[in-house]
């Protein structure tokens, strides 16, 4: 079965740094395009980042220079480093799967707060 | 950066009725190399991830119901409910593939009469 399964996430002071994992099953995360999405509460999706087959990242502006995407081949899993985070970044951070993304996890809650 | 704007942000349709939500891109999302539309369209319920429905802007992912239908091209898209069904109460999202960033258009919230 196909599947995504984020872990990691928590309860955060402002300035900190947490790392989100996300365990795929059923194919090769190298071989797929990979995101990170994620949603505020009450509020809407927002992507993140991406991570193409190939290697090459890109990121939302809101987050470029401090979140970090990547990968590990022989593990099948997708990581997202997070830092210098702010309050603005509290939300439910989804693993997902394609450009278009057919593939969603159910979500991890990263709550920024002091 | 490409931005996608949602309309309505909400509306309330009677059971058995049709739902348009519309979707537009700052620029066009038309890749002509191959002629394809980088637009998909997903539905969100309470306290679930969202759920893919329409890729290639037209082609509905295996398992959609087919009163689920995506249309236009270039810039202006449109999400279609033929029928609504109480379970079909959500938010409406698109998204556009062509350029990352990638982004999503601010959701359409679609409630019964």
């Known amino acids: 079965e196909v599947q995504l399964v984020e872990i990691g996430g928590g309860l955060i002071q402002p300035g900190g740094s947490l790392r989100l994992s996300c365990a795929a099953s059923?194919?090769?995360?190298?071989?797929?395009?990979m995101n990170w999405v994620r949603q505020a509460p009450g509020k809407g999706l927002e992507w993140v980042s991406i991570?193409?087959?190939?290697?090459?990242?890109y990121y939302a502006d809101s987050v470029k220079g401090r979140f970090t995407i990547s990968r590990d081949n022989s593990k099948n899993m997708l990581y997202l480093q997070m830092n210098s985070l702010r309050d603005e970044d509290t939300a439910v951070y989804y693993c997902?799967?394609?450009?278009?993304?057919?593939?969603w996890g159910k979500g991890t809650t990263v709550t920024v707060s002091s | 950066d490409i931005v996608m704007t949602q309309s309505p942000d909400s509306l309330a349709v009677s059971l058995g009725e049709r739902a348009t939500i519309n979707c537009k891109s700052s620029?066009?999302?038309?890749?002509?190399?191959?002629?394809?539309?980088?637009l998909g369209w997903y539905q969100q319920k309470p306290g679930q991830p969202p759920k893919l429905l329409i890729y290639?802007?037209?082609t509905r992912e295996s398992g959609v119901p087919d009163r689920f239908s995506g249309s236009g091209s270039g810039t202006d898209f449109t999400l279609t409910i033929s029928s609504l069904q109480a379970e079909d109460v959500a938010v409406y999202y698109c998204?556009?593939?062509?350029?990352?960033?990638?982004?999503f258009g601010g959701g359409t919230r679609v409630e019964i009469k």
């Open positions: 059923g194919f090769i995360v190298s071989s797929n395009y």
């Open positions: 997902a799967r394609g450009n278009y993304i057919d593939v």
């Open positions: 998204q556009q593939y062509y350029a990352p960033p990638l982004t």
């Open positions: 290639w802007a037209s």
């Open positions: 620029q066009s999302v038309l890749y002509r190399s191959n002629n394809q539309n980088y």
């Open positions: 991570i193409y087959s190939g290697g090459a990242t």
